[in-house]
């Protein structure tokens, strides 16, 4: 281990940030230490995306600090194979590439290889993993643009999963995918950082769906109402209503009455 890695793996300090007039997020201070597996919750335009896009420099906070293993963050993609990233998809986004799926994945090999050492034997090997890993191996060769949400999702995480990056960090990946593939995905992820220390933080506004599977849970709604342990912040219903707004939809969620 280096020694600039005995702190946390990413840490913000007293974010604040706007798009123009009305703030997003407000003083926000958050850490990832590593080998955790945190879910990123919030309701629907809590800004969540807006904050992971501050962690990986592609916004810029109007105040505020951004470290990676202990060192400011000057530049995106500063940190390079490190730190894998799933955006949040939408179909807009995906139209545009006329690329393979094994194209797709394929370059989640660059931060690693550099884009001129060819191609080698351990790259091909993690592409085929991480294609497994989804259950995509047969759509391997299918168009990008040909595949439903649910299994370009999967091919973005394939992408991720290829880089075999220390950290991954996810952005509503299970939209759109279907309850079988969603299982194993989750299964997937928590062998990651259980079995290789990997570190994990996961966007979503669906608390019911996370909240077995993460070690850690961070609630944002503008700013951070509370982070800690997932059996903390699991039990705490006044941290989750001031989260999500509406206490009896958390308690609904949970299949409890209330
Ligand atoms: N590019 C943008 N320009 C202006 N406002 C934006 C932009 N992106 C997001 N917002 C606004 O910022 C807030 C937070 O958005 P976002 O970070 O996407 O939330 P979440 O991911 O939690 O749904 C929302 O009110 C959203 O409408
Ligand atoms: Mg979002």
Known sequence: MRAEDAGPVLSLEDIHFSYGGQPVLEAVSLRLERGMFLGLI?????????????????????????????????????FG??????????????????????ELVLAGRVPRRGLLRPLNRADRDAVDRALAAVGMEDRAEARL????????????IARALAADAEVLLLDEPMAGID???QE???????RLQRE???????????????????????????????????????????????????????????????
């Open 42 to 78: 919030g309701p629907n335009g809590s800004g969540k995306t807006t904050l992971l896009k501050i962690a990986l420099g592609l916004l810029r906070p109007q105040q505020g600090t951004v470290r990676w293993f202990g060192r400011p963050l000057v530049r995106p993609g500063q």
């Open 81 to 102: 194979a490190r730190i894998a990233y799933v955006p949040q998809l939408s179909q807009a986004y995906v139209r545009p590439f006329p690329i393979t799926v094994r």
């Open 145 to 156: 643009s040909d595949l439903s949400g649910g299994q370009q999702q999967r091919a973005f």
């Open 179 to 181: 309850a079988a593939a």
């Open 184 to 190: 194993r995905f989750y299964d997937l992820l928590a």
């Open 196 to 258: 290789t220390g990997r570190t994990v933080m996961m966007v979503s506004h669906d608390l019911a769906a996370i909240t077995g599977r993460v070690t850690h849970l961070a609630c944002l709604n503008r700013r951070l109402i509370c982070q800690g342990p997932v059996t903390d912040v699991a039990g705490d219903p006044q941290a989750l209503s001031r989260t999500f707004g509406d206490l009896r939809l958390i308690a609904h969620s949970h299949g409890e009455a209330s």
